[in-house]
């Protein structure tokens, strides 16, 4: 059974940071693109970041957040520095099988098979 658990969120005040980690399991995924999303209460979940063959950003986080993986620990990282209260958000991260080396799909939720059950950032301002 493929699980995907994220963990790492909490209360920052703006400005700080937080790492997010998501473990991997029920197989591998090194063919696979990983992403992170969020979704602000009130709000449709948004892309933020992802990797496969290469990265991919929303504009909103270029420059503060990093996404990063360790196959061997089958994890997905999201490094989240300068933090704004407007990043406060649930942050899911996700599995997408056939996106590995489609670049402009990375944005896309649909395209993704494996979904995380949510990490809550709240930032403080």
């Known amino acids: 059974q493929v699980q995907l658990v994220e963990s790492g969120g909490g209360l920052v005040q703006a400005g700080g940071s937080l790492r997010l980690s998501c473990a991997a399991s029920g197989r591998t995924f090194n063919n696979y693109a990983m992403g992170w999303f969020r979704q602000a209460p009130g709000k449709e979940r948004e892309f933020v970041a992802a990797?496969?063959?290469?990265?991919a950003y929303v504009g909103s986080v270029k420059g503060r957040f990093t996404i990063s993986g360790d196959n061997a620990k089958n994890t997905l990282y999201l490094q989240m520095n300068s933090l704004k209260p407007e990043d406060t958000a649930v942050y899911y991260c996700a599995a997408g099988s056939s996106i590995y080396y489609s670049g402009r799909s990375y944005s896309q939720q649909g395209k993704y098979d494996y979904w995380g059950q949510g990490t809550q950032v709240t930032v403080s301002s």
């Open positions: 990797i496969g063959s290469g990265t």
